[in-house]
């Protein structure tokens, strides 16, 4: 309109450009994989370059993607590990008007296959630990018409079509004129872990990108500028790690990446010799930061974090046991919410003014998933997809909608999951939580692993959390097993620590106090590990399985009735 | 487009919905005007509310302005100071759909009723201060429908149309649905100072305004965040006082107005007792709060302000003595940049990773206005129109874009200011300036202000900032007077400090170390004020009137030769 404000669109070259023209000195640090030791593990190898570096390279990469004859729009894959190269890949695809399509590389190598078809990807950039794959995924997907290799392998993959990533970007030109982008362009994707199901793909456009980066930074989220130092050890392989890649690269923040290492003593050095600032993953790798800022606090050696900010902690709920722990080394964990389907960074649970966060009711409310950024919008809704007060007691079906929600899955499947009210588009986010007067949500379980006993629910997150401050504790889910009477009833599957043990009886008691009586798990079974998928969360459905016909009786100790 | 990510509009009914869902028990502070001294002068009350309260009179106000039949786009105008109603206007007239027309208070009459009739405004909200300005504001507005006084007055005004503002708010229902608005529906609307021509009419959008908030939060520009307390003594009357009640707003932010009073003794208590994070203002403000620390500093009674985290400075370039002298109070002064055009923020002067703050690079770099915030691109171009490097040396026009900068002035006017290069829209700035390498921007002069000497360019502003950091220099303006050679040559307009003086010579002596001999002005005259304009800043534009004919042989002492 003639007489308002510019329709500048917002678009990911606005990111690539800040880096090249106000932030060239800024570093980049990846750990890579130098080679082997003698018990076949991977050697660490501390790679530095800048953002100078990497914008020529993103813009090589773009002018050469677009050489190959691909087209605006068309699918270019990674199957990467987190290093500069990959963040190469996240400012060139899109810029050069390509879609970035990130694979988890946890996944097995037939449904690797099975989305690079899906998503009718024409390029994969491939990590070189993963180079044995490549011949069985070129016979999967004969639509892949180039196969480039991040880092140096030991000798040249003799097929067609398969090229060295380095060779291939300091070989051509870079672009300097940037396509003309819709915002609503579609600049990345990503597919959902698909537990149930096949996969399904998020496109992510321009817009959500630079909104999600922009809303992300203030310090209310996750407080990136300048002058920190970020070790986004969640994957980039997945959710385009929280965005972090993208939110750091326009407020120039150092990059730190960790590749293929992620044991407690590799990250914990890391975050002491960059000193890092702000860190971001799920609580698996913070138990096992944890574990090692333990040892060696206790062996009188201590890392020195002092400038270390913030860790955010995602993906799956962090247990308030978890982030008291953290405190006690003086290191303070925020709790973050989103989804693949919102790209993901949703709410952020920060402690409002006149509460300390240290306090009781600061750790409580840190062990909520938090209030939403702007721009989202949450609802609770009934099984009949009715509104539910806000109260913070009464549970519902969590529902979000934003700027950077999917309105869709790619190809247009999963349609139930997307819905109107008054007009308005929603996403169901399968998830069970409530919502209080001050707008904090707090994440009762997944749908699909609420517990029903007697028509009532019973949260299985809620009982996990609790029995996990047990110190004899190291992990536990609880699952529903059936029940003849209740139809459902808890069962809690308990990894203990080291050189520990706990009875079903001793936690019941320590988690009596919290909860309504017939919450209570019936029984507690024993296990030396619990399954974990490929987004790095435990995978419920293969307990549920494993489980399912268990009954109380079967245990060590007698159940506990309601 | 299907299969992507939600087209949610970016709305200033989301900021309202965000201070009523989230931030309801945050404060707003007022100060308002209790009654007057003997000696006339306004006495202070100080009124306390929440975002609760301003929420809910903020839906009444636009229930209330569209019950009167205003139509979506229809402007409301509003000729008040900063404070909690202005606040109320500020959120819900967008909210109805309706236009927020913020009217500079500073401007005669004449020009108040000329800018009324331009933006066809139908209602007008008016501080009660402003009350006996009424009458003549209806004789020359016909098309004004609907006046609404906003506070007490000690009567009534038996005008027709004309209510009181707390009584029509309050009796009106609250909107609890918001129109259906599009995020490049105008929000609000702002006319520049005209200080040349006509004031030309630049147009908010709902997206110009909510992504304005958004990037104006992150620590790199102003660091707003829920935890905060922020005196924005920057006017609401002018550019929305800088985007901050939105942004505080959005963030949860405390905020706290001080009305008409701007004294620095006012302002120093304000910030004290209401424990302000964050305060933004003019350079003139900025010298009146400095005076009255060192006052009470030298008295052995200072301020407590170890809570102040950033005084923000724009409108004006700050001057590096006083971001030296502030820091002195351990106060840090972030220079930021930006226009009516530009909503304003273009620009914020913070010091990279590297460099130290209080270090003489860091207190240069902190002088320069800065560099850009996310998704705006600055440019240099000469006379011709043709890019000009970013070396730091070069002087250009600057011109910029972005999603929140004008396409146009409303009604079309002033076209020449917007053109396009390679297909992208820009605007000329009307400022002299250079860009470096690492994108930080100094403002040299305005063009009209640039002293053109000999075919070269010297910057007003460079010289008058030097003049300033002298001891016995309170302002100073330079300015070109003719000259029969070199065509113009500098002259420095001083006012000195109270009970101080200083000589040409002097000046010149203390000055000339850091300039080229020809720059160096060939006369000083002394004056007892500067004129200011209704935004606050010095009119050259008058002072050159005044000054034109002058000659070195006038002054005082003997003029220095190029």
């Known amino acids: 309109m003639h007489g308002t404000m510019m329709d500048t669109q917002l678009t990911v070259p606005t990111i690539l450009e800040r880096i090249r023209t106000q932030y060239a000195p800024r570093e980049v640090v990846s750990l890579l994989v130098a080679g082997r030791d003698e018990a076949g593990n991977p050697i660490a190898h501390k790679h530095r370059t800048t953002y100078g570096q990497v914008a020529d390279r993103a813009r090589r990469l773009a002018g050469g993607l677009l050489g190959l004859g691909l087209q605006k729009g068309d699918r270019v894959a990674t199957l990467a590990v987190n290093s500069f190269r990959h963040l190469e890949a996240y400012l060139g695809v899109p810029s050069a008007g390509l879609v970035l399509h990130t ?16 998503a009718e990807d024409r390029v994969l950039l491939i990590e070189n630990v993963f180079a044995a794959m490549i011949p069985t995924i070129k016979a999967a997907c004969p639509r892949l018409e180039h196969i480039l290799i991040l880092g140096p392998t030991p000798q040249p993959i003799p097929l067609p079509g398969v090229h060295d990533y380095d060779t291939f970007v300091m070989g051509s ?17 990503c597919y959902t872990s698909g537990t149930t199901g096949n996969p399904k793909g ?4 321009h817009r959500s990108t630079v909104l999600h980066s922009i809303v992300s930074a203030p310090k209310d989220a996750l407080n990136v500028g300048e002058r920190d130092s970020v070790l986004p050890i969640v994957p980039m392989f997945h959710v385009n790690a929280w965005g972090l890649p993208y939110t750091c690269a326009l407020y120039g923040a150092k ?4 590749g293929v290492f992620s044991d407690g003593r590799t990250v914990a050095t890391l975050l002491q010799d960059e000193a890092v600032t702000i860190t971001a993953g799920v609580p698996t790798i913070w138990m096992g930061l944890l574990a090692e800022l333990d040892r060696a606090a206790a062996a009188g050696e201590p890392y020195q974090l002092s400038g270390l900010e913030r860790l955010v902690v995602g993906g ?10 953290f405190q006690r080394h003086k290191l303070d964990m925020l709790q973050a919410w989103g989804m693949t389907e919102t790209h993901p960074l949703g709410t952020a649970s920060g402690v409002p003014v006149g509460v300390d966060p240290t306090s009781d009711e600061g750790f409580a409310l840190r062990a909520k998933q938090g209030r939403p950024v ?20 009464t549970m519902g079906r969590l ?15 999963g349609q139930s999951n997307f819905f109107e009210i008054d007009g308005q588009l929603w996403f169901d986010t399968g998830d069970i939580a409530t919502l209080d007067d001050r707008g904090y949500m707090h994440i009762q379980d997944r749908a699909k692993d609420l517990i029903k006993s007697g028509g009532e629910w019973i949260s299985s997150v809620d009982l996990e959390n609790a029995i996990m401050a047990h110190p ?13 009477k209740w139809d459902e009833r808890p069962l809690a599957v308990v990894v203990p620590r080291e050189g520990q043990s706990v009875t079903h009886a001793e936690l019941v008691d320590f988690i009596a106090p919290k909860f309504a009586r017939w919450w209570l798990p019936d029984a507690t079974v024993m296990a030396e590990s619990l399954p974990i998928g490929a987004t790095g969360k435990f995978l419920k459905r293969e307990l549920r399985e494993q489980y399912r016909g268990h009954s109380a009786a079967q245990t060590e100790s007698a159940p506990e009735r309601q």
Chains 1, 2 share one sequence.
């Not at 799956?316 to 722990?325: D, F, G, K, V």
């Not at 702007?374 to 007691?393: K, N, T």
């Open 103 to 118: 694979v988890n590389i946890r996944l097995h190598p037939e449904q690797i296959g099975w989305i690079l078809n899906h």
């Open 173 to 189: 030109e870079p672009l300097t004129r940037y396509p003309d982008l819709n915002e609503h362009d579609a600049a990345a994707m």
């Open 202 to 205: 998020v496109i992510y456009t």
């Open 255 to 258: 990059q730190v990446y960790a």
């Open 316 to 325: 799956s709920a962090a247990p308030e046991s978890m982030i008291r722990a």
């Open 374 to 393: 702007p721009l989202i919008e949450l609802g609770l809704i009934d099984e009949a997809g009715q509104p539910l007060p806000h109260d913070g007691q």
């Open 399 to 413: 529902i979000i909608r934003g700027p950077w929600v999917a309105n869709a899955y790619f190809k247009g499947e």
């Open 472 to 484: 004899a504790v190291a992990q536990c889910a609880v699952i529903a097993m059936d029940h003849p």
